[in-house]
Structure formats: structure tokens, C-alpha cells
């Protein structure tokens, strides 16, 4: 795999961008990779920045940082629906399997009950 030659490009964050992610990630409910997803950042960056956040090194510059209630709601609501594809992922596998298992259970069945060879005495 070729190495990519020349600047690296590192992505700056403002500050009030820093305190909004932070803020998001600390709602009940929410976790620090849904909020990290949906910002398009990595989770561990999101983590070193709540880590600054608690040690006073990143600091909202307008004072207090505001999480709107439509946004908190979208972010549950995205949680919820996440959290419900999960689980109606495992059902349908499992209703997979047992079509599988059914199928070849017939079809084993179905196999040793012709095995007589149509003779019937």
C-alpha cells in the first residue's frame, strides 16, 4: 500500500465546537460514540476533549454552552432507533436459522421416507 506523500492535513476545531460535542456527549443517555458518529470525529479525540473539559484546559469563551432541547431529542431518538435495528437484526437472523434448520430438517425427512423405493408391500 503506497505511503501518501506530502502536509498532513489536521482538521482545527473551535473551541465552542469542542464545548458543544463535549456537552452532547455528557446528556443521559447518549454515549461518546454516537455523539463522536454523528460529529464525524473519532471517539478518542471526543474523549481527550471531555478529559480537557474536566481539567479546565478547553473553556466556552461565550460563558455557558447551551445544548438545545430539538438536538437532545434527535440524539435519544437516534440512540432509540439504533438500539431497535439491533435487536429486530438478531430476529431476523434467527428467524433465518430456523428456516434453515427447518428446511433441512424436511428435506432429510422427505429423502429417508422415498428411501424404499416406491415398493410398497
Not at 482545527?12 to 443521559?28: D, G, H, I, P
Request: with cysteine; charged share 35%.
Amino acid at each position: 500500500m503506497p505511503r501518501i506523500v506530502g502536509p498532513r492535513k489536521v482538521k482545527q476545531y473551535s473551541t465552542e465546537f469542542k464545548v458543544t460535542a463535549v456537552k452532547l456527549s455528557q446528556l443521559q443517555g447518549i454515549q461518546v460514540q454516537d455523539v463522536a458518529e454523528e460529529l464525524d470525529i473519532h471517539p478518542f479525540m471526543l474523549s481527550r476533549w471531555r478529559k480537557e473539559y474536566r481539567e479546565g484546559k478547553i473553556v466556552a469563551k461565550t460563558g455557558k454552552v447551551e445544548i438545545d432541547a430539538k438536538t437532545t431529542a434527535e440524539l435519544r431518538r437516534l440512540r432509540k432507533l439504533e438500539r431497535d435495528h439491533k435487536r429486530l437484526q438478531m430476529e431476523h437472523d434467527l428467524l433465518k436459522k430456523a428456516i434453515r434448520f427447518c428446511s433441512a430438517r424436511r428435506k432429510k425427512s422427505s429423502s429417508s421416507s422415498s428411501g424404499n423405493g416406491g415398493n410398497i408391500r
